[in-house]
């Protein structure tokens, strides 16, 4: 399947808003198989703290396999010294039965501007290739893997987190045979 002509903006000043094709992949969902063309394009200009990615914006305990991103995103998010992310997947959780992310592919430009937050912690702009911003409920022993993932976007970022493949990775996390070959301006 291929995704043609769709042009996202997450424009929000709603704090703790997901924005994507999918918002929300709630536990046990199955997102697989399609392809993002470079018609497309997703911009995030929020103005609030937001979890945002061209497919999905929040994974909770879900899959997401065998997806091709050609479109370009840019970011150009202002809301100070708070959480945001874009990437394919904005931010990823797991608690209970773990997360798998395979094969995703980012071939897409990356872009972000940034004027008012230099955080490098929780609190940063989390831009990436495939996953934003990946962490896990402590004490949980479930994983959130991303696997035989790429990233050939050039990046250009003026974000404290930036990366080709995942921006910031926290517990609970392994990367297993990924590639980034996108140069990377920060």
Do not use: W
Request: hydrophobic letters at 40%; a neutral charge; proline letters at 1%.
């Amino acid at each position: 399947y291929k995704i043609k002509n769709l042009k996202m903006v997450a424009n929000t000043s709603t704090a703790g808003a997901n924005y994507g094709l999918f918002g929300v992949l709630a536990p046990g969902s199955l997102v697989q198989n399609f392809i993002i063309d470079a018609s497309c394009s997703f911009e995030v200009t929020a103005t609030a703290s937001v979890a945002t990615g061209i497919v999905a914006g929040y994974v909770y305990d879900a899959t997401i396999r065998d997806i091709t991103n050609h479109a370009p995103m840019t970011f150009k998010g202002k809301a100070g010294s708070v959480f945001m992310s874009m990437a394919m997947i904005g931010q990823v959780y797991c608690k209970d039965n773990g997360i798998t992310i395979d094969s995703c592919h980012n071939n897409g430009e990356i872009k972000a501007e940034n004027t008012d937050n230099m955080e490098a912690g929780a609190k940063a702009y989390h831009i990436a290739g495939i996953v934003g911003f990946a962490h896990a409920l402590s004490g949980s022993t479930v994983m959130t893997t991303v696997s035989d993932c790429s990233n050939s976007g050039n990046l250009t970022s003026a974000t404290g987190r930036t990366a080709g493949i995942v921006g910031a990775m926290n517990r609970n996390v392994q990367l297993v045979n990924c590639e980034n070959t996108g140069n990377s301006f920060n």
